[in-house]
Nanobody, 120 residues
């Protein structure tokens, strides 16, 4: 059973940066680790994903050029560097892991989420 624990959320101002971390424990058989977010009143949105083995990264359209996903295999940790934050980025951010193909859906394991609030 893979367990995921997010950290690094908080309250920032528009234009600021924030870095989220997701520490994984348990079997490291995941193919992708991803970040998703859910804003109040909205559906869950794909933010970014990274291949655990190859390190290839993928991003949702709303964060391309501003967010960067990375991983440290030795620490079993995935990061999300968020720059140029704006109020529309306010959401609960979730880390997720999966074992199958593809990177945008069908994630099997989820963290508890961390709140990111961006004030204008």
């Amino acid at each position: 059973q893979v367990q995921l624990v997010e950290s690094g959320g908080g309250l920032v101002q528009a234009g600021d940066s924030l870095k989220l971390s997701c520490a994984a424990s348990g079997p490291t058989f995941s193919s992708y680790l991803g970040w998703f977010r859910r804003a109040p009143g909205k559906e869950r949105e794909f933010v970014a994903a990274i291949s655990w083995s190859a390190g290839s990264a993928h991003y949702g359209d709303s964060v391309k050029g501003r967010f960067t996903i990375s991983r440290d295999n030795a620490k079993k940790t995935v990061y999300l560097q968020m720059n140029s934050l704006n109020p529309e980025d306010t959401a609960v951010y979730y880390c997720a892991a999966k074992t199958g193909l593809g990177y945008e859906d069908s994630y099997e394991y989820w963290g508890q989420g961390t709140q990111v609030t961006v004030s204008s």
